[in-house]
Nanobody, 126 residues
Framework: QVQLVESGGGSGQSGGSLRLSCAAS????????MAWCRQAPGKEREGVAA???????NYADSVPGRFTISRDNTKETLWLQMNSLKPDDTAMYYC????????????????????WGQGTQVTVSS
């Protein structure tokens, strides 16, 4: 049974930094893609950053240069380092994972992912 558990959310100031973690379990190998998605109140869930099992990364247009996604396959852990935070980054952040993706799969589309964590709240004040 696959489980994803996020941690590290909280409150931060505009311009500050936060680091989110996601502990994965239940996968039989490391051949799965992972992503961070977020959902602000009244808005649709959106992909923020994605990383393939081999380390290839993709970022939403709103975050490159500010956010960095990384993973450690041996520790089954995913991270999102968030720098230069803005109030618009305020949202519930979710860890997501999927196995067996085709090379052309839209990795920043939340519907691509089958497995989800419970989410961790990030609030950025100005």
């Amino acid at each position: 049974q696959v489980q994803l558990v996020e941690s590290g959310g909280g409150s931060g100031q505009s311009g500050g930094s936060l680091r989110l973690s996601c502990a994965a379990s239940g996968f039989t190998n490391s051949n799965y893609a992972m992503a961070w998605c977020r959902q602000a109140p009244g808005k649709e869930r959106e992909g923020v950053a994605a990383i393939a099992s081999g380390g290839r990364t993709n970022y939403a247009d709103s975050v490159p240069g500010r956010f960095t996604i990384s993973r450690d396959n041996t520790k089954e852990t995913l991270w999102l380092q968030m720098n230069s935070l803005k109030p618009d980054d305020t949202a519930m952040y979710y860890c997501a994972a999927a196995t067996g993706l085709a090379w052309w799969a839209p990795v920043l589309l939340p519907a691509t992912y089958k497995y989800w964590g419970q989410g961790t709240q990030v609030t950025v004040s100005s």
